[in-house]
């Protein structure tokens, strides 16, 4: 029976953990086993890394984006501050703050 190829690891693209990970299989069990398994692991591992999210920020975000591709909003680089005042919100720019 013909071996299977081995699947190639592009070590550049690794986090430091999952470098980690691998270095701990091939010392305990082998570079061609420790490889091996290490690419089951990691076609089996789903971690997808989410930013954590603030509602009210995205909610503004959404609210703001539809003004800026209607081009009625023109937001500069320094950008603004938003404060919420009595009964008000207070915006101004950031440079003037």
Known sequence: MPRKAMPK????????GQLRKLNALKKSVGDDIGEKAFAEWLATDTKVVKEPSDRNAGLIANAVEDLIGEHKLII?????LLKRGRGRV?????DEA
């Not at 207070?90 to 950031?94: G, L």
């Open 9 to 16: 690891i592009d070590m550049k693209s690794l986090t430091k």
């Open 76 to 80: 500069p680089n320094s950008g603004y």
């Open 90 to 94: 207070i915006v101004t720019r950031a």
